[in-house]
C-alpha cells in the first residue's frame, strides 16, 4: 500500500500536496482500497470557500457513498474533470491523475495540524 513521504494525510484518508498557497486533494491508495471500484466523484463546491472538515463533495463506490472532508480552509479553484468521465482514476492511481481539486489555501497555518506519512501509517496500521 502505498504512502508517499512528501504528501501530507488526514484522519479521514485524503491526501494533501502543498505547493505554495495551493494545496492539491485526493482520497489516499488505503481509501480507495477499502471504497473498492470508484463510479462517480461529485463536487459541487468549484468557487465556494469552505473551512477545514466540511464537506466538499463526494465519492461513490458500488457499495457505498462517502462524504469528503475539506483538509484545509480556503477556495476550491479546480477540480479534476477527468474524474467525470473517468472515476476510475482514483483506484488506478490516487496519487496521480486521481486528484480530485485543487485548494487556494485561507490559512496556511493549518497545515502543521495534517499527518505526515509514518503518523498516517500508524492509523491504517502499517
Same mark, same amino acid.
Given at each position: 500500500?502505498?504512502?508517499?513521504?512528501?504528501?501530507?494525510?488526514?484522519?479521514?484518508?485524503?491526501?494533501?500536496?502543498?505547493?505554495?498557497?495551493?494545496?492539491?486533494?485526493?482520497?489516499?491508495?488505503?481509501?480507495?482500497?477499502?471504497?473498492? /471500484?470508484?463510479?462517480?466523484?461529485?463536487?459541487?463546491?468549484?468557487?465556494?470557500?469552505? *473551512?477545514? @472538515? $466540511? %464537506?466538499?463533495?463526494?465519492?461513490?463506490?458500488?457499495?457505498?457513498?462517502?462524504?469528503?472532508?475539506?483538509?484545509?480552509?480556503?477556495?476550491?479553484?479546480?477540480?479534476?474533470?477527468?474524474?467525470?468521465?473517468?472515476?476510475?482514476?482514483?483506484?488506478? /492511481?490516487?496519487?496521480?491523475?486521481?486528484?480530485?481539486?485543487?485548494?487556494?489555501?485561507? *490559512?496556511? @497555518? $493549518? %497545515?502543521?495540524?495534517?499527518?505526515?506519512?509514518?503518523?498516517?501509517?500508524?492509523?491504517?496500521?502499517?
Amino acid at each position: 500500500m502505498s504512502v508517499p513521504s512528501e504528501l501530507k494525510y488526514t484522519e479521514d484518508h485524503e491526501w494533501v500536496r502543498i505547493e505554495g498557497d495551493e494545496a492539491t486533494v485526493g482520497i489516499t491508495d488505503f481509501a480507495q482500497g477499502e471504497l473498492g /471500484d470508484i463510479v462517480y466523484v461529485e463536487v459541487d463546491t468549484l468557487d465556494e470557500t469552505l *473551512d477545514k @472538515n $466540511e %464537506v466538499f463533495g463526494t465519492v461513490e463506490a458500488v457499495k457505498t457513498v462517502s462524504d469528503l472532508f475539506l483538509p484545509l480552509s480556503g477556495e476550491i479553484i479546480a477540480f479534476n474533470e477527468s474524474l467525470e468521465d473517468e472515476p476510475e482514476q482514483v483506484n488506478s /492511481d490516487p496519487y496521480g491523475k486521481g486528484w480530485m481539486i485543487k485548494i487556494k489555501l485561507s *490559512d496556511p @497555518n $493549518e %497545515v502543521e495540524a495534517l499527518l505526515d506519512a509514518a503518523a498516517y501509517q500508524e492509523i491504517i496500521g502499517g
